[in-house]
């Protein structure tokens, strides 16, 4: 089963559990799920988490993302110092990274972000995989929080946890 219909699959079933409408990749090989989440539990915008899943177009990796925090301006080499520093290490950012992507020209969107490169994948691991970004992004949200405090050109998102 190549790496598409293996994240179609995976799809599906994530799609049983919350949506009427199956999830399902487009054209382009993304789709967007959203994961609602109650305030209980996390603190989100609009209670919800959206994961955008992309394969890529060689079909051997899978990507996870999901927007954490706005930037707004220039932020200082002290702060992009601090985000790679961070990601070298797996249990400070649970083992996902953070990405800058250009939003419209004026402003970037910091993502938390993870690539699967599976030798033998399977919608089970497509699944698990899924669930484990959602769970470590909460990590990611904590950190953007504190990241902010420090750097005003980051805006979080998320209120995160208390």
Request: glycine content about 6%; proline content about 7%.
């Amino acid at each position: 089963m190549d790496l598409r219909a293996v994240v179609d699959a995976g799809l599906e079933q994530l799609s049983k559990s919350q949506a009427p409408e199956p999830f399902v990749l487009d054209a382009r090989g993304v789709c967007v799920v959203p994961v609602p989440l109650p305030p209980s539990v996390v603190k989100l915008q609009d209670q919800r988490l959206l994961v955008r899943v992309e394969v890529a177009d060689s079909g051997a990796a899978v990507s996870f993302s999901t927007p954490l925090a706005v930037m707004r301006g220039a932020a200082g080499k002290e702060f992009y110092r601090a985000l790679f520093y961070r990601q070298r290490h797996a249990g400070q950012v649970s083992g996902l990274s953070l990405a800058l992507q250009p939003e419209d020209g004026r402003q970037e969107l910091l993502l938390g972000i993870y690539h699967w490169l599976s030798i033998s994948p399977t919608p089970e691991a497509f699944v698990a995989l899924f669930k484990k970004f959602t769970t470590g992004v909460f990590v990611l949200i904590d950190e953007i929080k504190e990241m902010a405090r420090r750097e005003r050109a980051v805006q979080p998102l998320h209120q995160g946890r208390d």
